[in-house]
C-alpha cells in the first residue's frame, strides 16, 4: 500500500486495491465487521469500530488543504460499505464540497452490507459519486466458502453484485486461487468461474493463497488437513476457472504480488490468448514469479 502526505492518519493494517495506488485513502472504519475468515490475518488484533464524522471530515481538510484537485477516494478500512446509508451520504456529500473534481470513490463491500441497502439507496451513493466497490467472492464453491468462515454464500454475493451495478456502481470482483486445496481445485475452479459468469462484473481479478501463521487454514495446513497447491496447480486452476467464465467486457488481471503469472486482458475476446499464455508458461516453470517474489 502506498503510504504519503495526502492519505488520512491510518491506523492499524490498511490495505487497499492495487487500481486505488493514487487515491486519496480516507479510513472511515477500522478493522473488518465480519474479520472471521479462516485464511486472513489482516485485521486479526484490530477491533472493528466505526470513526466519527468530526475525525473523518478533519481528515477530509486536511487533505483538501494539501490538494483540492484530489480526483479519486478509496474509503478503508475492509468493508466500509458496512456503514449505514445515511453515514456514507454524509462523508460523500462533504467529500464533493472539499474535491470539487472528485471523479470517483472506492469502496471494499461484502453480499449483506450491498444486500441491505435498497435499490434507491443503491443508485443515491453512486449518484454521489461512489462508482466502484472491491468484492471478495473468494470462491464460487459454497462448499470452500463454508469451509473458510467467509460468512456468505456464492448466491448472495452473485445478487450483491448484480444489484449493485444495477445501481451504477461497478463491481470488481477478486477470486483465491487455490483457496480449495488440491482436494477441491477442480469444484473451485468451475464453481468460480460461474458464479462470475452470472455476476458478470466490470473488473475481475485473481489472487493466490498464501498461508499466513496464525491463521485456522494454517493450522490446518500444518495439522495435514489442507493440501497446499504448487505452482502448476495452481495455473491449471486458473486454466480451468477461466474456461468456465463466459462474460462481456469484463476487465481480467491476475496482476497481484501473490500471482505466479501476471496476465491481462478483457474478457472474452481475450480468453484464448490468456489460456495459450497459461499454457506456454506450464511447459516454460521459468518464466513464473519465484516464491521468494511472492507477496499479499
Sequence with gaps: MKNNSLNSKLEGIVIRPPSEADSFLLQVTKGCSHNKCSFCITYKFTKFTKRSFEDIAKDIDLASRWNPSIKRVFLCDGNAMTLSFEELV???????VKFPLLERVGIYANARDILE???????ILSDKKLKIAYLGLES????????????A????????VIKAQKAGIKMS?????GLGGKAMSSNHAIDSGRAVSRMNPAYLSALTLMLLPGTPLYND???GNFELMDPESILLELGIFLKNTDVENTVFRTNHASNYLPIGGTLPQDKEWMLEIINHALENPSLLRPEHHRAL
Design 173 to 177: 470482483v477478486i477470486v483465491l486461487l
Design 140 to 151: 464460487g464453491n459454497d462448499e470452500v466458502l463454508a469451509g473458510v468462515k467467509k460468512g
Design 153 to 160: 454464500t456464492s448466491e448472495e454475493m452473485i445478487q450483491a
Design 117 to 123: 441497502k435498497s435499490p434507491k439507496e443503491l443508485k
Design 221 to 223: 495446513y500444518r495439522k
Design 90 to 96: 454524509r462523508i460523500l456529500d462533504y467529500l464533493q
